[in-house]
């Protein structure tokens, strides 16, 4: 079975900058993984994860996903793919219920359809009781919760999750984890950057670190341990291969 | 549709939950408009140093005419055209030049002006010596004859207009007295009597007392040759008393209806097309220069909404969806747009009651070309947000947005001439002023409200402000591709 996302040689560089971002990343990711992305600050997992969905152009390389070359015909995945960022990209002076409605409706959804999917994501990520409340005037976790389900609202093949769990409680922390393990469990593929190695270790069954734009590391969390001996979970694997240096 | 439709409704969402940014979009221009028009209609204002252009048609080629165009000329505020093209100027061609803004002010001096003056002064001189029995009734030629007729631009500001007429009335008042000298003093029999001195005198006085400004001192120069030796040309008018003696008084008969009677009459006129019946006000002026003033603000929360899309994640969401970029952004105009023709309702509104209410000004009269109105609203609309959209699209930060924004639309507005009438600008930023969005909105407006103007005379700004807001939308959406 052909990898749902297949990256070769990727070779990025901003303008104004002459340090390369991605240095010839190769990369395959499979449908229904829970695909974990790691890296230290600036090793290139956000341009990386923009450019495969189509936010960001490249220099040299190929991304495909699902059948389709990016570099030609991005636009055709905007409906497989489903971008979670790591702001809460959500319009602050709409309730948590119109920013869901505006999103659904962006993605083709009316009516009862809509209603229904907004209710549904609603009750799954428990904000009936913050639903007609302003994201301005909403807590963190409630606006990481929304700000999940708004990228979910058109029901997506591929998730892109970029640090979704920056900055809750863990109760809200928890109750995310649970959802993307269904999403995973009902077939949904989903690309996953954290901080939190424990949270990696936990939720991914294949973890890629890069670092200084390229891969140094692919494998599933046991594997990237038994690989790397006196490790004895993810974080002590990751400090080795990236280093004590602080990067920002 | 149906895309735009939604973002319609989360734009509209959007704007009518920020009630401050409300308030400063719909309050701050009205009680910007009320301040500036109560100020305005207070104040007098001088004549500015820059030299204005002013049509000069001849018709009389005499001393009247000469002089006062000697006069206009050493004035140093006017430069005087008395051709265009290489064409001498006409009455119709003035009228046509002046009612289509090019130029502001126009003055004729018709034909037989000197004559009649002199025939006036003639009489009026024979009135103030004669008995009531041998008094002169004869007419002059004619009496209606106007001297001189003065024509303005239906735009001009008024505090300009009252500069330029109080001058000219100045300078014609020194040409009047000179003639009534000249004519007097030819009658004049060698063996005057003594006694007449001192009217005399005090009559010159009177007349020095009214003048003021740029022309009195050539004035007095030139009458101390007709006054008495003892008589002291510095001394201050306003002392001298009219001190005449009853015997005098029965010698002399001075007719108080004359002495109202200038022999110089002026004629002042707004140049307006055939159809034109509106009266050029202060409120027709300012209502559409602080109407557009306030659509251009539109910038800051276009340009912000922009900018908060980038900068807090949204944008990036809003370029994962199926849908094109040109659609988000006609869901911004759209709602802009109805905020920018909201407020141009609003300031119509103050024009036509608010204004006559507050400071009992004539309310603003927006014509009946309905079609070039919509059309001119709509255009002026289109550019405001064109400018948005591009402040939106090249600011990096909501602060830069709101201080380049801020800036510019001030820029321009003085550009557009909502502080100095173009006309009244130095010749490098009248050039500039030919690139401002602010002064095609303002121009086409003031067409339609001064001049009564219809689509054809406003076109060319309309296509202007159209080209404009096009353009601004092709930058924006390439800078959008770009930017992958």
């Known amino acids: 079975m052909p990898p749902l996302i297949r990256i070769s040689n990727l070779k990025k560089t901003y303008k104004g900058n002459p340090d390369q971002i991605l240095k010839g990343v190769d990369l395959e990711i499979h449908q229904g993984e829970f695909f974990g992305l790691l890296g230290p600050n600036a090793a290139g997992k956000t341009t990386l994860i923009s450019i495969i969905c189509g936010l960001l152009k490249f220099d040299e390389g190929s991304v495909v996903v699902n059948n389709v070359d990016i570099a030609k015909h991005y636009r055709k995945i905007n409906g497989f793919i489903g971008l979670i960022p790591q702001e809460i990209a959500l319009y602050p002076t709409l309730t948590v219920k119109e920013n869901l409605a505006f999103f659904g409706e962006m993605h083709g959804l009316y009516g009862q359809k809509l209603k229904n999917t907004i209710d549904e994501y609603i009750s799954v990520v428990q904000l009936e009781h913050h639903a007609g409340k302003r994201i301005s005037n909403c807590s963190g976790g409630i606006k990481r919760r929304a700000n999940l389900v708004a990228g979910l609202m058109h029901d997506p093949e591929i998730i892109f999750l970029d640090e979704p769990t920056l900055g809750v409680d863990a109760q809200s922390m928890n109750l995310i984890y649970e959802y993307l393990v269904k999403l995973n469990g009902s077939g949904k593929t989903i690309i996953y950057t954290t901080h939190y190695m424990k949270e990696a270790e936990n939720l991914c069954n294949r973890i890629t670190i890069i670092d200084d734009g390229q891969v140094i590391a692919n494998g599933t969390p046991s594997d990237l341990i038994k690989n790397n001996p006196g490790c004895t979970d993810l974080g002590q694997v990751f400090i080795k291969l990236t280093g004590r240096e602080l990067r920002d | 549709m149906r895309h735009l439709w939604a973002i319609v409704t989360k734009e509209f969402i959007q704007v009518i939950r920020d009630i401050p940014g409300l308030i400063i979009l719909f309050l701050m221009p009205m009680v910007l408009i009320l301040a500036v028009t109560g100020t305005q209609e207070n104040a007098f204002k001088e004549l500015y140093d820059n030299k204005s252009d002013m049509l000069f048609i001849d018709n009389d080629h005499e001393y009247l005419s000469k002089t006062i165009e000697d006069g206009l000329n050493k004035s140093g505020y006017f430069h005087v055209i008395k051709e265009i093209n290489g064409k001498p100027l006409d009455i119709n061609t003035a009228q046509n030049q002046i009612a289509n803004g090019n130029y502001q002010i126009g003055i004729v001096i018709n034909k037989g002006a000197t004559e009649f003056a002199k025939e006036k002064a003639r009489k009026r001189i024979r009135k103030s010596f004669v008995t009531d029995s041998t008094e002169d009734n004869s007419k002059t030629q004619d009496e209606n004859v106007k001297t001189v007729s003065v024509f303005y631009d239906p735009t001009i500001r008024d505090s300009y207009k009252n500069a330029v007429t109080s001058s000219l009335e100045r300078l014609i008042l020194s040409v009047e007295i000179k003639i009534i000298l ?208 591009l402040v939106g699209t090249f600011a990096s930060t909501q602060s830069q947005a709101g201080i380049f924004g801020s800036f510019m639309v001030l820029i321009l507005a003085i550009l557009g001439g909502i502080f100095l009438p173009v006309y009244m600008m130095p010749e490098p930023l009248q050039v500039a002023s030919n690139i401002s969005p602010v002064r095609w909105g303002i121009d086409s407006f003031l067409d339609i409200f001064v001049r009564e103007a219809g689509l054809k005379t406003i076109g060319p700004n309309l296509i202007r402000l159209n080209v404009f807001f096009i353009l601004s939308l092709l930058i924006a959406l390439m800078t959008f591709i770009r930017r992958k």
């Open chain 2, 182 to 389: 000249n004519t007097f003093f030819e009658a004049l029999p060698k063996e005057l009597n003594a006694q007449l001195q001192q009217p005399i005198k005090t009559y010159l006085l009177q007349q020095l007392e009214v003048m003021e400004g740029v022309f009195t001192d050539e004035l007095k120069t030139r009458m101390g040759e007709y006054l008495p030796a003892d008589f002291k040309i510095d001394a201050k008018p306003r002392d001298v008393k009219f001190d005449m003696t009853e015997d005098i008084r029965k010698g002399i008969k001075f007719n108080d209806d004359l002495e109202n009677d200038n022999l110089i009459s002026i004629d002042e006129n707004y140049a307006q097309g055939q159809n034109a019946v509106i009266k050029p006000t202060l409120v027709q002026n300012n209502v559409p220069v602080f109407a557009l003033f306030a659509m251009f603000f539109i910038v800051i929360p276009l340009a912000g909404s922009m900018l908060t899309e980038r900068t807090e994640g949204t944008y990036n969401r809003i370029r994962t969806l199926p849908v094109k970029y040109i659609t988000i952004l006609w869901g911004k105009i759209v709602v802009y747009a109805s905020i920018c023709l909201l407020q141009l309702v609003l300031m119509i509104i103050t024009g036509m009651y608010l204004l006559p209410l507050i400071y009992g000004m004539p309310p603003l009269d927006i014509g009946s070309n309905f079609p070039a109105l919509l059309c001119a609203a709509f255009s002026s609309a289109f550019a405001a947000i064109g400018f948005g959209l």
